[in-house]
């Protein structure tokens, strides 16, 4: 019904940067949320942001505040995750998900508040 496709995950060194995008595929929403969560080794799903699309609201984990920005696409289906000054600790799989509806700010960083994911893309932080 819905295929969230994440991209641009990769190594880079601490301090470098990445941008991350997901698009969806499939049935596709005029509204929805968007969100970014990751998972370190040994570690359990950790969100780190989300948007809506009903007034562009956005989210952020504490950890990512001031380094991280996410986007969407008004055209389609998409949020992108611009990665800066990335450290060591913010190595994890990175997934994408997907929401077809407005989700109440507050539950932005719920990770059952979403319907769909991607399959996570690795990005790994290292010198």
């Known amino acids: 019904q819905v295929q969230l496709l994440e991209s641009g995950g990769g190594l880079v060194p601490p301090g470098g940067s990445l941008r991350l995008s997901c698009t969806a595929s499939g049935r596709t929403f005029s509204d929805y949320s968007m969100a970014w969560f990751r998972q370190a080794p040994g570690k359990g799903r950790e969100f780190v942001s989300a948007?809506?699309?009903?007034?562009?609201?956005?989210k952020y984990a504490d950890s990512v505040k001031g380094r991280f920005t996410i986007s969407r696409d008004n055209a389609k289906m998409a949020s992108h995750l611009q990665m800066n000054s990335l450290k060591p600790e913010d190595t994890a799989v990175y997934y994408c998900a997907a929401k077809g509806s407005n989700v109440i700010y507050g539950s932005l960083s719920w990770s059952s508040a979403y319907d769909y994911w991607g399959q996570g893309t690795q990005v790994t932080i290292s010198s």
């Open positions: 948007i809506r699309t009903g007034d562009g609201k956005t």
